[in-house]
């Protein structure tokens, strides 16, 4: 690969670690896929989304957040996000 981390965005934290720390099997398993290939059999989807479908269920969730932070506001309470991650 010709990309160096400093010409990416966000510091190229993930691309360092791609080119200098990532395991040499997982670097060639990327280098070699192809084009949208989910590598990992046990991701959470066998497809990728189509972008219509993924962009209905992001705007739908948006539209709940709202309603959330709006009722909280309302009720002058916090949101936890601790309850949310804890399992």
Known sequence: MSISASDLPFDGA???YFL???PAV???DIQNAAKHEILAPDFPYETEWDA???NKVIED???ELVKLV???KARGTRIDRSAATSR
């Open 20 to 22: 200098q720390e990532a």
């Open 26 to 28: 997982i670097r060639a």
């Open 52 to 54: 219509k479908a993924y």
């Open 70 to 72: 709006a009722s909280a």
């Open 61 to 63: 969730l948006q539209v």
């Open 14 to 16: 993930i691309s360092r």
